[in-house]
């Protein structure tokens, strides 16, 4: 009996014992698979090593059906690992007394395999075969799993649980499902970074990225760039997510006014704010009315008809808000995989990251550095794998605080240094006014009254001067220049825009 009869007795034998006491065909279906194809890559890999080459990269052990095979492989690939040769001879120690290959000629059959190789060629295509399958046989178990799931009621997971879990597990199954990749020809490379220098050429305002709409912001930056991560961070009350929103807006805004060419779709997550109150201050942006007023009800009637003109306009622009509070940071990614495959995701805003929880937290770790540090890889790793610019808010520490000039530094980032490390951008946020106001000069028991009124005055000139102004503080740019950036800020309508355009 041949080599490849014998591995394929005993499934052959169950079918045709089935078949002969009901006369029919058997009432299961075997997972899918290809012993020939294994059989043919692993007889390959034995008569050349160097044919590993080509499918070390995307093929592993697990990938195979049968045991003995799974086992044969991964004794190749750490013997091909370690500098030696895999041979029928080198590997007959390791199978001598393997008992998946005792019914078919124990480590003879590694013997069997190299003899039946007739060349070498197709060890791709087996690959390629195997690798399919594999795919095929786990989307059956993710299949049986989801129906398994949903005849299970329990108080701890609901539909939707099991719904995400599911998404989750087909999209990381699509993703290693694609075996391309690998190294790139320079060529290729450089053609795409032509393109990239030509769309640049043609954009106004030569923008190459999504557009913040703050036109100084934009030079600086270039725009928002697909796979990297942007970290805006500032202290309570200095306008983090005033400054996120207006980014969010203005980015979904240009794209409906283009018809997609510039701008994003973008997915906001809105950890600390409802979606209601995010709503409210765009609409109070857009309206030109002021969110307290809008909150008190101190609307004039006229106002109405702004508020119709600027619902008509919010109604066109694909801004996503999810404000669901304490995400993991898995769910981030289940939900931004869902959104971009249900209307696009072109951006993503996470308002902010520290209100996001890692997978730690279920393990037992209670370090908090650990936690935020798997949260920045996680929002770095969505940049990437959606090929999207992340836009995440961070809070600063309260040592800004105690130094006399309180523009923060990236030592001022809270809790974690893999958030100055993972992101490509960070920007800070500052307002000197806030701090200002809340420092009047007090006249000193020892001071006169011309020496007080001086510094009063000095006060009150350096509050007139940074009156309705802020500063985005670029002070890491992995690919590009770090600096100060001024805009105008209405506190009343929570709008930034560039300074020279409403400051007068």
């Known amino acids: 009996m041949s080599f490849m009869i014998s591995v394929m007795v005993t499934e052959t034998a169950i079918r045709d014992s ?136 329990t108080v701890d997971r609901d539909a939707v649980s099991t719904i995400e879990t599911a998404e989750n597990r087909l999209f990381n199954l699509a993703e290693i499902g694609d075996i391309r990749g690998g190294f790139q020809t320079l060529r290729n490379s450089v053609l795409t970074a032509i393109q990239i220098a030509e769309k640049a050429y043609k954009t106004q305002g030569r923008v190459t990225g999504v557009t913040t709409g703050l036109r100084d912001l934009d030079q600086k930056l270039g725009g928002m760039h697909s796979s990297d991560l942007l970290v805006l961070a500032g202290r309570p009350s200095m306008g983090k997510t005033a400054l996120a929103t207006n980014i969010a807006f203005n980015a979904a805004n240009r794209y409906a006014e283009t018809g997609g060419k510039e701008g994003a779709i973008v997915g906001f997550f809105s950890l600390e704010m409802s979606a209601d109150q995010l709503a409210t201050r765009i609409l109070s942006d857009q309206s030109g009315i002021s969110g307290d007023a809008i ?102 520490s309260r040592a800004v605080e105690q130094r006399d000039d309180k523009r923060p530094m990236l030592s001022d980032l809270r809790e974690s240094g893999s958030i100055e490390q993972d992101s490509d951008v960070v920007m800070f946020v500052y307002r000197e006014q806030y701090y200002l106001e809340r420092s009047e000069p007090t006249q000193k028991i020892e001071e006169g009254n011309d020496r007080f009124l001086e510094r009063h005055e000095n006060w009150k000139s350096r509050c007139s001067d940074v009156h309705n102004t802020a500063e985005v503080i670029v002070a890491k740019q992995r690919h590009g220049p770090i600096g100060i950036e001024r805009l105008f800020f209405d506190s009343n309508l929570t709008r930034f825009s560039d300074l020279d355009r409403l400051s007068h």
């Open 18 to 153: 089935q078949a002969a006491a009901g006369g029919k065909e058997p009432s299961y279906r075997l997972m899918p698979h290809n012993l020939e194809a294994e059989q043919g890559l692993l007889g390959a890999l034995l008569v050349d090593n160097r044919s590993l080459e080509k499918v070390g990269d995307f093929l592993k052990d697990v990938h195979f059906y049968a045991p003995a095979h799974q086992r044969i492989y991964a004794a190749v690939l750490k013997l091909i690992d370690r500098g030696q040769t895999a041979s029928p001879v080198t590997l007959k120690g390791y199978f001598e007394k393997d008992e998946d290959l005792a019914h078919i000629g124990g480590a003879e059959y590694l013997s069997d395999l190299a003899a039946s190789v007739v060349n070498i060629v197709n060890v791709k295509d087996y690959a390629k075969t195997i690798y399919d399958l594999y795919l095929r046989r786990e989307l059956i178990a993710l299949g049986e799993d989801i129906v398994t799931e949903s005849f299970e009621h």
């Open 295 to 396: 909150r008190k009800g101190q609307i004039r009637e006229e106002d109405f008809q702004r508020f119709v003109a600027a619902s008509q306009k919010l109604a066109q622009v694909p801004l996503y808000i999810d404000d669901t509070p304490a995400l993991s940071i898995s769910a981030v990614r289940t939900r931004a995989r869902r959104l971009k495959r249900q209307h696009g995701l072109g951006m993503l805003v996470i308002d902010y990251l520290q209100l996001l929880h890692g997978t730690g937290a279920k393990q037992g770790l209670d370090n908090r550095v650990i936690e935020v540090s798997e949260i920045t890889r996680g929002l770095k790793a969505i940049a990437k794998e959606l090929q999207i610019p992340v836009l995440a808010l961070s809070q600063l």
